[in-house]
Every structure is written in C-alpha cells, then in structure tokens.
C-alpha cells in the first residue's frame, strides 16, 4: 500500500482526552477515529491488525474442534425475557422497539441466541460434544467508557459456546478453551494471567478471566506465589478469628461524635475487630419479572470492608447504591450509629465470619449511643450468611496462608461455565442413548478484539510510538523512501523496483512515496510502528544499497538491492521464529 493512497493520517498530538498511551498512539498513528463516545471507525490500519488478530482466534478455536457460524445482532426480546435476563440487566442492555412496537434487544452476548439454535438442532446424544463461535458487534451501553479501545460500547467479540451431554464433557472444553486463550495471547505477543472471576451477568458456577497486568487496569487482581489468582470481585482470603468468647450481656454506652470505625475504637480503646461495620444499600432486584428495590444492611467485622460485587451477588440485585440518609432513617437506623438491631424492612447479610464473632461493638441506632457486646443469633439475625468481605493486598492467602499481593490488570478475555442455566431456561434438551430426556451442558467463551488490539498497543510501544509483534502489526515492512533533492531519480526508481519485488514476493509492504520531508516521513514510521524499516536514500545507495532497520533497535545496516528480498523474509522469518517461542503450553488451573 502506498501511504499516499491510503485512507488516513497521523497526528502530532492525540486529543486532551486521551488518557492512556494505547488510545493516544492508535490515533496519532491513524488507526482509529472516534464517532461518539465509546465507538470507533477502524481505519485501515487497524483493520489489517485486527484481521490478523482474528485469523489468529480462528486458527485457535478450529484447532480445539470448533465450527464458526454468524449469529445476528438484533434480537426478538421475547428470547431474552424467556432466559429471565431482560428483567434481571439494567440500562447497559440496548432495548428498542421494530416498526410492528415488538420489543427488540441489541446483542450484548449470544447465550439466548446459542440456545434457541440448540433446541432446535439438537435431538440426540450422537450430535455432542459441539463447539460453535462467531465474531460478531455487540453493544454494551457502558455508563462510563474510557481508554479508548479498552472500555467500549459498541465492539467485536469472538464467543464460543460449548455443548456437552454432561458436566465431564464441559471439563473438557472449558480446559480446552483455557489453554487455547494462553496460544492465542502468546500469539498476539501478549502476556497474560488467568484469575477465577465474577459470574456476573452470565451466570453458571465457574468464570475465569484472562488478564494483562498493567498500571492502567480497571481491575484489581489478587494473587499469591503459590499460584492462587483471583480478581478482588471474588477473591477470598484467610479471615483472622478472634479468640473464643462467651457472649456478655447487651450493654449500651455513649459514644458521641464517633460515626466511623476509627473514631469508635480509638474512643473504647478497642481493635477495629472488635467492632462491626453497617454499611447501608439500595437494591433493585426482579421479583416477578417487574424492578423493585429492597434497602440491605450489610454486617462485616469493622476490620474489613464490605465487597459490593459480592454483596450484589447475595441478594441476586440488578443494580446497587448507597442508600441515602433519609432512607437510611426511614428503616429505623441512625446514619453514623447503625446495625440490624431494631431496623425494620431491611434485608439483613452478614459476613460469614461475623456469627463466631461474639461481644462485638455495634451502633445503637441512637445518635451518641452504641451497644457493647453485641452477638449474632441471640441480638439479631440476618436472612443471608455468606461471604461478603472484600479481600486486601496483605490479606492472608486461602491456598497456602501467605501475604496476598494486590496488581491491577485489564481483562482481554473471559470463560464460563454455564451448565444448564440456559438449557433449562429455554428447553435445550437432548435424548441420551437410553432415550431419556437431559438438558444440555453449555459453556460460554468471549474474547474482545479491539481490547485485545488495544493491550497489544499498551505493551507494544515506546517514547517515539508503536512497536507491532509480526503477528499483528498491519504491515511487516514499512519502505520509506527519501526523494533526491538534486534531481536524480536513482532513489525513486529503486523504491518502487523495491516494492514491486517485495509485493511479488508475498510481503506485507507500506510505502511511504509520499512528497514530505524526512523527519516526517521517520517520525511516521516510528509511529505505526511497522517490525521493519527500509529507507531509499541517494546515501544509502552510495553505501552500497538500502538502509534496514528494526523498528525495536537503533541499529541499522545497508543490505544490496538484489538481496533485499531474500533478506526481508529471513529478517521477518526471525520474527515469527521469535514470537513462538513464547507459545507454550500452558496447563489449566482452577485458581
């Protein structure tokens, strides 16, 4: 392609709102321009990469048995309501209506799609296992988009979905897709780790998240040498117990002006532990498929913090907040001095530590007043007892007892085990070899391209501009050439022979014969970040050839115009030999 003809620019600056080096860089470079916020145009450029990104999935997924198949982007709600999940997501979901006033969603993921195809394909035992993908738009009406390509609203995704007669069948391909991601991210020149996640919205008893651990990531990951990982949404830890206690009697003292848990201990001269934290929240949940809200009061010992993830999780709640001071009063509480003793319609969930956690100083819902030794069971009760502490850099690790450490990543690809939630939700069903009548076993598998593109990007750059593995970068060679200002035409003559013989011999070429200065035309080239850089000069020429150079070092050297094409296949070949090296098995763990 020749840069005077290719349809984009680059920039000397990114926009003020560029924030992180892949979203500045992939628009100086002219990959990406922005249509509103959340949704890109792919220019060119980004299309070869993403292409080749996604030839690089589909190799992946082929070579683990599946079959590729499109699936639309719009969708009869009606399917949606039979799965319970257009009631159960809030306004992330696009919903609109056809001409004919029929409720109509716009595809955020494809598990209702999968299953109405599977109820009505799959009649016996005999057709699984199968494994089905697509790359198709979806759209996520994110309340908040960011960093470019990582956080969008509209994007492509590659999910797979797996069928299976049973649970050891889904083991199967779950540690299928497991190690098929690794390929795939070590293919892209990405490293990456693999964390047990949230279920979220999807649902199923089993996530993993893939991810690439970077300063700039939106998620916090807790991890441990012993190999435990786990994104801080579901990670767990060690919780320390306090020593045995018989319980005391319930005694109230004044506390004035100690409406936090540092304040309160330093004012009995207790430990945080010693305490217990109210925290108050609105819930909105689906209850015969209609939206209502529910006040929770959420217990955890005052030495740890509430997860909300998990809390959210507890009461199986669309959305959450933190109620308000007039809410919090309506229910019977006192902002400040709070707990579950004497409130009234509220959902109480402890902390699944806090009932062998005995005398413990909760508030007396009475401004200036807690109560002292305050037990679960004989003072209160809740109507859920689980988990709902967020676990902490520090915090000891549920593996093996050692310090948790805390990293932030971005997640480049997700994987589900479904089970029957959707099987038993739309009737996906099958005869197994003794004619009886089972649901089918589902897996979900998604990976976000432009993200993928996007993290490539973040690791893949420096202080001049992008630096490609040869797997992705949209071109292998970047030929540059530096017109003869005394009026020659050797140098003009040997780029396009230099071209032409590069295309002919199947290499990814990008000319830039464009009229500008050299600084430009470099500058540019360090940009786009292209692995390898030929420049046609009349000094190179008179040095005995052309000038190559690798877009990750400053060395360069003059290679003969007749060996330049022999020459750029070793060099590209070292490339790829390179990059897989770093594609190696890697074997599942559970985390």
């Excluded at 099958?430 to 973040?458: H, Q, T, W």
């Excluded at 071209?499 to 080239?525: C, H, I, Q, S, T």
Aim: charged residues 25%.
């Amino acid at each position: 392609m020749r840069m005077s003809q290719l349809f984009s620019q680059t920039l000397r600056e990114a926009p003020g709102d560029a924030e992180l080096v892949s979203h500045q860089l992939l628009l100086r470079a002219g990959f990406i321009r922005p249509l509103a916020a959340g949704i890109f145009s792919y220019l060119p450029l980004a299309r070869r990469a993403l292409t080749k990104i996604e030839n690089i999935v589909r190799e992946e997924m082929d070579a683990i048995g599946g079959q590729e198949i499109t699936m639309p982007v719009v969708h009869p709600a009606d399917i949606w309501k039979e799965s319970g999940r257009w009631y159960a997501i809030g306004p992330e979901m696009g919903r609109f209506q056809d001409r004919a006033g029929r409720d109509m969603v716009l595809a955020m993921t494809h598990e209702e799609i999968v299953s109405d195809l599977v109820r009505k394909e799959i009649r016996s035992y005999r057709q699984l296992p199968a494994l089905i993908y697509h790359l198709q738009t979806k759209w996520r009406d994110e309340p908040r988009a960011r960093g470019g390509l990582i956080r969008v609203r509209e994007f492509t995704m590659k999910d797979s979905y797996t069928l299976d007669a049973d649970w050891d069948g889904l083991d199967k391909q779950y540690r299928a897709h497991y190690t098929a991601y690794f390929r795939i991210y070590n293919r892209c020149g990405l490293d990456v780790i693999a964390v047990k996640s949230d279920t979220g919205m999807m649902g199923g008893r089993l996530a993993h998240e893939f991810m690439y651990l970077t300063p700039v990531g939106e998620d916090t990951l807790l991890t441990c040498d012993c190999g435990y990982a786990a994104n801080r949404e579901v990670a767990n830890f060690k919780k320390p117990e306090l020593p045995h206690e018989v319980p005391l009697p319930l005694e109230k003292v004044a506390t004035p002006g100690t409406t936090t848990i540092e304040a309160l201990a330093q004012f009995l001269g207790l430990p945080e532990a010693k305490t217990a934290k109210a925290v108050f929240m609105l819930a909105t949940v689906s209850e015969n498929n209609q939206d209502v809200q529910k006040f929770v009061l959420a217990i955890v010992r005052g030495d740890m913090e509430v997860n909300e993830v998990k809390l959210v999780n507890a009461v199986k709640a669309k959305a959450m907040r933190p109620a308000t001071e007039d809410e919090i009063r309506a229910v019977g509480a006192v902002p400040g001095y709070g707990s579950p003793i004497g409130v009234r319609n509220a959902l109480v969930v402890v902390d699944d530590l806090i009932p062998n956690s005995p005398n413990l100083v909760s508030g007396a819902n009475e401004e200036g007043y807690h109560f002292l030794n305050v037990t679960y069971g004989r003072d209160y009760t809740a109507q859920v007892v689980t988990d709902i502490a967020a676990a902490r850099e520090g915090d000891a690790c549920p593996a093996c007892g050692q310090p948790l450490k805390a990293v932030r990543g971005v997640e480049v690809g997700n994987i589900f085990k479904l089970g029957t939630r959707y099987s038993d939700a739309l009737g996906c069903t099958f005869l197994d070899n003794e004619g009886n009548s089972k649901p089918v076993v589902m897996g979900s598998y998604g990976i976000g391209i432009g993200r993928l593109l996007a993290c490539v990007a973040e690791a893949h750059h420096d202080e001049y501009g992008l630096c490609w593995p040869v797997s992705v970068a949209p071109y292998q060679v970047h030929l540059v050439l530096i017109r003869d200002t005394s009026g020659s035409s050797a140098a003009n003559e040997t780029a396009d022979t230099v071209y032409d013989r590069l295309k002919r011999a199947g290499m990814e070429v990008l000319y830039d014969d464009r009229d500008e200065r050299p600084g430009v035309k470099f500058n540019d080239a360090d940009l786009i970040g292209c692995p390898l850089r030929l420049t046609v000069s009349r000094k190179a020429l008179e040095q005995g050839g052309v000038e190559l150079k690798h877009r990750a070092s400053p060395e360069k050297s003059i290679v003969p115009v007749e060996e330049v094409v022999s020459r750029m296949q070793a060099e590209v070949a070292r490339l790829w030999e390179e990059l897989n090296r770093s594609v190696v098995p890697v074997e599942y763990k559970e985390a």
